[in-house]
Each structure stands twice: as C-alpha cells, then as structure tokens.
C-alpha cells in the first residue's frame, strides 16, 4: 500500500496546511504549475515526488520536469501531465496517449476544478485534484489523498484547504 498525495496549481503557494498533509504522505504527486522551483526543493524535503511542468513554470522546471509522466506505484499505471482535459473533453493529442499506454489512472491539473471520473470506455480513473495554490478563480483550495493497494485506489479522499470569498 502507498499513500499518494496529489496536488496541482499550487502557483508558487505552500502553506502549513499543506505541509501537515505532506508528512502523512508516502509520495507526494504534483500534476503542474508549480510555480516558484521552492516548492518542489521543499516537497522533495519531506517525500518521494513525482512532477510535471505546467504552462506557467519556469524554464527551469521545463528543463528539470516531463511534460507527462507515465509511472507504475505497486501493479497501477499512472499517466500525469498538466494539461489534459477529462473524460469525453481530452486536450488534443491526449487520448491518443492513453490508448497507446493504457493507465489505470490518468492525472491532470490546469483548469482548477476538481474532478473524480471514470471513463467508461477506456476503462481509466481521472483525477484533477482541483488547485492547491491562491492564485485562479476556485472558492476553495483542494488537493486529493488516496491509497494504491496493489492494483486498485482506496479511501480517495478531498481535501479543502481553504475557501475563498
């Protein structure tokens, strides 16, 4: 069993909170626009860190993160990338990824808006855990906590960090 934390759209934001949760962590997975490069160092501190970049990351986090990263964690599949889209909406080129690599779980980030979803006809959990960071136009700050157990995801869980008026 692993205990994954996900995040995204943190933009250059990491508060206390967000640290409690961290440390309950096995991995900490951040599916883009990162940000300030501090927050990865710090991240990487505490836990394994699994990143992608995203559209508003530095050169050097472009040059230091893929653009999409394709993992396994115990016998689960994993495809990250920031910008994705979601069951039945997939940003160009993304399907056609997912159908030659086949995750079991497809992450992304970019649009701010959590979403848990399984698409049917690929048979692929989609998470976007929302954005954990100050910046975009949320009401609340989400990041998403979940178990692999062997080939399955357990005890998925939101987390709301803050609401914002």
Same mark, same amino acid.
């Given at each position: ?32 626009? %990162? ?7 710090? *991240? ?21 993160? =893929? ?19 979601? =069951?039945?909406?997939?940003? =160009?080129? %993304? ?5 030659? &690599? ?21 048979? *692929?959990?989609? %998470? ?6 100050? +910046? ?18 357990? &005890?998925? +869980? ?8």
């Amino acid at each position: 069993m692993v205990k994954i934390l996900l995040l995204s759209d943190t933009h250059s934001y990491l508060d206390e909170r967000m640290l409690i949760y961290i440390n309950q962590a096995d991995e900490v997975w951040h599916a883009g626009d %990162i940000g300030a490069a501090d927050v990865i160092e710090t *991240i990487k501190k505490l836990k394994p860190l699994r990143a992608v970049y995203g559209n508003i990351d530095s050169r050097a986090l472009y040059n230091e993160l =893929p653009k999409v990263a394709y993992f396994k964690v115990e016998n689960y599949w994993v495809l990250m990338t920031h910008i994705g889209g979601y =069951p039945n909406r997939y940003a =160009p080129g %993304i399907k056609q990824l997912l159908i030659q &690599n086949k995750p079991n779980l497809f992450i992304s980030g970019h649009s701010h808006i959590l979403r848990v979803m399984f698409d049917k006809n690929l048979k *692929i959990l989609h %998470i976007n855990p929302g954005a954990a960071g100050k +910046e975009g136009f949320q009401a609340v700050r989400t990041m998403v906590r979940f178990e692999i157990h062997e080939s399955e995801v357990k &005890n998925l +869980e939101v987390i709301e960090l803050e609401k914002r008026v």
